[in-house]
């Protein structure tokens, strides 16, 4: 969502911080701005719309001179994306400047009781409430770090802040709370960042910042505190992110590189967790009783909630688990009953979304052992779930997910294999035959990816089209909700993923002249059930789709365009027939001009509800 970045060093400030912001700008957000201090105080410079507009009012950052400073790309939330409501915000005596990711909820109660003693707001954002709120508290004690505990009591929501203090020259002072936030060491140089990518430039030793810490940054180091001021130890990490991952490597975008690497994500997940022909997850720590629960409730937002959806159709069938897929916005709130040994297990990339985050913490608190998929190293959901299981993606960039959907498809599945042999459901020569299908994925994948002119093609052809319909069955139907959601966040082409045998229950009277109907049809059982719903649109006017997999009954029998993708054992046939769609999607975007790697009104990690 809203990024931030900090500098505290020998070096020019600025510089260092339009490009770690830069370096956020995948995040999504609608303005930006720097706060830097000079000889003559604290220097704000902001600007809305792109960090462009920033460069060129700070020529670069060479108009700020500064060794320290600290920088926002700001996602708007509370008040419209303008210069005004662009961080960062100051105290209205200048004492403290403040630059926050996350929403501060009781910011209305808390800005009417400063309101009453005479305080007098100039933007419409929460942040300004925090700068004010904390100056207040600065005013009465003069200690920063006390100033910033007695908010973070007073404080609802979440947030990670970075805050530089008029009186205090060489120093940075952050705290954060259920929004992330991390310290990178440099050689006298110390920098802080919402996320990895921003800093990975400059070093490589980070500090993962804790729920309810504080911290105190000059030059030379940095000290940790809890929210009540003791003073907390902890070792720094080494990341192994490849800086290259926040290039564009000669691509067009972000999007169709991230696509095009999902053979390799998918190969190195899998190799992550497969020696020898077994599935070792020993390095999670996660032993034989964890894979052995009676219920399954798997949690996620988007895409990883679609994740879910196939997976609920693979450990059904494979192990014979009831599973439940839970979106978990809605997860956290509705008082669930947990079955007796149940596992919980949320699926995330940035590892940091609010609501899977608070769907693990609800478990937990029910005492229900939970057991994360998570791309990103040292993210919350990776370290307060029990067990975590990471995906290989490597860093991903464009707002749509693909490669980091791919990757968890894997550990998914490697998971729904060891339920299968633990719950005594599977035998060794299906569980082998089973892993050298999923191994056999990637090589399939670039296939796929070969033939993309096809998909290129058919979206020039199409990009007039209003509504899309995705319809399928079963594992079909979850790889439907994967398609339309991308469909339609990146190319804003209204499109809805139906179950197939639903459309007849009101939906169809929407399908007219014209309407592009695709039909996922992987499945021998089921399949010649869902070739009778599309012939039943083609008599009302659809244009259709059907996306085969190779060998599969319907393969010769379709109305319309047919797209083949080559044979895998059914149950792990999402995995291929989900790259048509983000293909296709990928094209449309591209082709009817928008920015497909920063879709309007998106950000790439949610972590405000
Ligand atoms: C869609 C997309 C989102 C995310 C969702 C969850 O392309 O990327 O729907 O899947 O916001 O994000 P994570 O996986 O980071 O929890």
Redesign the pocket.
């Known amino acids: 969502m809203c990024g931030i970045v900090g500098y505290i060093g020998k070096k020019q400030a600025a510089p260092i911080l339009l490009e770690g912001l830069k370096k956020l700008e995948y995040r999504g957000y609608d303005s930006a701005g720097i706060a830097v201090r000079g000889e003559q105080g604290i220097e704000v410079v902001k600007t809305p719309g792109r960090l462009s507009n920033l460069v060129e009012k700070t020529a670069g950052g060479a108009l700020l001179k500064g060794t320290v400073g600290i920088g926002h790309t700001r996602w708007a939330t509370h008040g419209g994306p303008s210069e005004c409501n662009a961080h960062p915000h100051c105290s209205a005596d200048g004492a403290v400047t403040v630059v926050h990711n996350g929403i501060l909820e009781n910011f209305r109660e808390l800005k009417e009781k400063l309101k009453k003693s005479g305080y007098e707001f100039g933007s419409e954002t929460d942040t300004e409430v925090i700068a004010a709120l904390i100056g207040y508290y600065y005013s009465k004690c003069g200690d920063p770090l006390r100033a910033i505990s007695r908010f973070m009591r007073r404080a609802r929501g979440a947030y990670a802040l970075a805050v530089l203090f008029r009186d205090f020259k060489d120093e940075i002072f952050i705290s954060r709370k259920d929004s992330p936030m991390i310290v990178g060491v440099g050689e006298g140089e110390m920098f802080i960042a919402s996320d990895v990518p921003a800093i990975l430039n400059h070093t490589r030793t980070v500090y993962y910042v804790d729920n309810l810490e504080m911290a105190r940054l000059c030059a030379d180091g940095v000290v940790f505190y809890h929210a009540d001021g003791e003073v907390t130890e902890k070792e720094p990490v080494t990341v192994d992110m490849d800086p290259s991952a926040a290039e564009k490597d000669g691509w067009e975008h972000f999007m169709i590189k991230e696509i095009h690497e999902q053979p390799r994500a998918v190969s190195e997940t899998f190799h992550r967790y497969v020696q020898g022909g077994k599935i070792d997850f020993s390095e999670a720590g996660v032993e034989e009783d964890i894979l052995k629960p009676s219920h399954i409730v798997i949690v996620?937002?988007?895409?990883?909630?679609?994740v879910g959806a196939v997976l609920q159709y693979v450990i059904e069938e494979l192990a014979r688990i009831p599973v439940r897929v839970e979106l978990?916005s809605e997860f956290r709130y509705r008082n669930f009953i947990f079955e007796e040994n149940t596992l919980v297990v949320a699926?995330?990339?940035?590892?940091?979304?609010a609501d899977?985050l608070a769907a693990v913490r609800e478990a937990k608190a029910h005492g229900v052992k939970t057991l994360a998929i998570v791309?990103?190293q040292g993210s919350s959901?990776a370290r307060e779930a029990d067990y975590t299981l990471f995906t290989v993606a490597g860093a991903?960039i464009a707002?749509?997910?693909?490669k980091?959907?791919s990757a968890?498809l894997i550990v998914g599945y490697l998971l729904a294999l060891e339920f299968a042999r633990l719950n005594g459901k599977m035998g060794e020569k299906e569980y082998a035959s089973a892993l050298a299908e999923i191994d056999s994925l990637p090589e399939k994948m670039k296939k796929i990816l070969d033939s993309k002119a096809e998909y290129q093609k058919f979206a020039a052809e199409h990009l007039g089209v209003h509504d899309v319909f995705m319809i399928g069955r079963g594992v079909d139907y979850a790889v439907c909700m994967?398609g339309a959601?991308?469909l339609k966040?990146?190319s804003y082409v209204h499109t809805e993923a139906y179950a197939a045998g639903e459309l007849k229950h009101g939906t169809i009277s929407l399908i007219e002249e014209g309407t592009l109907v695709v039909g996922v049809l992987s499945r021998d059982s089921i399949a010649e059930k869902t070739a009778s719903n599309l012939e039943e649109v083609v008599s009302r006017g659809a244009n259709v789709v059907s996306l085969v997999r190779e060998g599969c009954s319907a393969q010769h029998s379709q109305p319309g365009t047919v797209w083949t993708v080559p044979s895998v054992a059914e149950c792990f046939a999402a995995s291929l027939l989900v790259l048509p769609l983000q293909l296709l999607s990928y094209y449309v975007s591209v082709q009817l001009g928008h920015d497909v790697d920063k879709p309007r009104n998106?950000a790439?990690?949610?972590t405000v509800e």
């Open positions: 996620g937002c988007g895409s990883a909630y679609h978990a699926v995330s990339q940035s590892g940091e979304t899977t791309n990103v959901i991903e707002v749509a997910t693909t980091a959907y968890q994967e959601l991308k966040e990146v998106l790439k990690s949610v």
